[in-house]
């Protein structure tokens, strides 16, 4: 019962760190929110993946055929079969669902990916500025060997040449911090647990955030960028754009809410950042614990069904 016990109190914790992200990325500087919330996704996401397998590997081994292929020779000590095999089973759903939308999510992304580097190939280069003839305003930043910044020439002619220089500062910003990277392992995480789906919101927002911080130290001009990344948004709006999901853009996000921010004075330490990014830290902490201890108090009651060891 302990075990069971412990694995759900790890699928039970990422629901309360899915508060502690928004707050996370509206109370820490952006750069040092994004490195919490992302390595607290990943600890969160690898506990939960663990406690959904050992619920299954807990479900399959109570079934007398399974059981034997297990070797067990006394039957697993564990809750009614009544109560671990519909928890199993929604676990099994959950994992089967999950790897279903992660890799139809990759494949997609892959082909986006794909057809935007080559098309980024085929068009001449300025430095890691890449211009592509379109009526559709897009610009984002092209993550691989050969980092670039891929702008149509509909979003140039829509900005001034201020506004421009604001935009490519922004993109040259996700290049030079490898943005492309956070956002995948954000998708990735997000579909580890349903709780998971606000980090992954909170961390696209604090990788654009530090983009847009990055952008207006690099023009001395915090109203210059809002306006140029408030202008691209507008004329791009209601453009599909082919880009991939982890190339990250200035256009991205809840735009209202950056062009606020960076209205306002830079962002200034928080008495209660500290604060809160120790209670998502603990909240990870407690989720990898719990899970990793229930998986081996899972993998001693096998051996004990197993005659390998004693009760």
Not at 24 to 29: E, G, K, W
């Amino acid at each position: 019962m302990i075990t069971l016990a412990l694995l759900l109190i790890t699928l039970a914790v990422p629901f309360a760190a899915a508060p502690l992200a928004r707050r996370t990325v509206q109370r820490l500087a952006p750069a040092s929110a994004l490195r919490v919330l992302t390595t607290s996704s990943l600890a969160l996401a690898g506990a939960s993946v663990i406690a959904l397998g050992t619920l299954v590997l807990t479900g399959l081994l109570m079934l007398p055929g399974l059981a034997t292929l297990g070797e067990l020779i006394r039957p697993l000590r564990a809750p009614s079969a009544l109560l671990v095999l519909p928890v199993a089973a929604a676990a099994t759903g959950i994992l089967t669902l999950s790897a279903w939308k992660l890799g139809r999510s990759t494949l997609r992304q892959l082909h986006d990916f794909r057809s935007a580097t080559s098309e980024a190939d085929r068009r001449p280069t300025a430095g890691d500025l890449c211009v592509v003839d379109s009526p559709h305003p897009d610009a984002y930043a092209l993550p691989g060997r050969t980092q670039r910044i891929v702008v149509t020439t509909a979003m140039l002619r829509s900005l001034d040449a201020a506004e421009r220089e604001a935009l490519f500062a922004h993109e040259r910003a996700h290049n030079r911090g490898h943005h492309h990277r956070f956002l995948a392992t954000a998708e990735l995480t997000a579909h580890c647990h349903p709780a998971l789906g606000p980090m992954r919101t909170a961390i696209r927002l604090a990788v654009e955030r530090a983009a847009d911080e990055s952008a207006a130290r690099a023009t001395g001009d915090r109203r210059l960028t809002a306006r140029a990344i408030a202008r691209a948004a507008l004329v791009s709006h209601a453009t599909r754009s082919g880009r991939p999901g982890f190339a990250p853009a200035a256009t991205s996000g809840p735009v209202p809410q950056r062009v606020a921010a960076l209205l306002s004075p830079a962002p200034a330490r928080s008495r209660t950042a500290p604060w809160i990014a120790a209670l998502l830290a603990v909240c990870a902490a407690v989720s990898v614990a719990a899970g990793a201890t229930g998986a081996i108090a899972f993998h001693h009651e096998v051996e004990v069904a197993q005659g390998e060891v004693p009760r």
